[in-house]
């Protein structure tokens, strides 16, 4: 049986649940750009898109990358590698762009809002201690 966390962005907050059972399996096999219905993260009426990942080791999913596997890249700037210095590139470790068993997490965003919010959906579900402001957000606001 699968088991993710997902992480649900929706603008300045974002909530991270753990999928498992049936729903997870029918994540398996969906790429980053995919847009699935919220009923597998327990939010009925909301659609979501995949934006990216991690597998069990901590390598980023990369959206240009096909297959489930790991690939080494040769990159210049990317998730996974920032340079100090202009033109420096390097082979790293990435993972591909479909939602395998080794994956370990999943980030999503809101692309369509249902009639409830998230936070009522989500603590009607059991599957929520509080949202979380991003800290850019949180910081321009004070």
Known sequence: MAEFKVVISDGPKSWQIVV??????????????DEVDGIFVSLPGYTLQITGGTDKDGFVMRKDVPGI?????LTARSPGFKPKDKGVRKRITVCGNTISLNIAQINMKVIKRGAKPI???LKAAGKIEGGEEKKEEAQAQE
């Open 20 to 33: 498992d059972g049936h729903h997870a399996n029918s994540l398996v096999g969906k790429k980053i750009g």
């Open 69 to 73: 596997g790991r690939k080494r890249i």
């Open 119 to 121: 936070e009522d959906l």
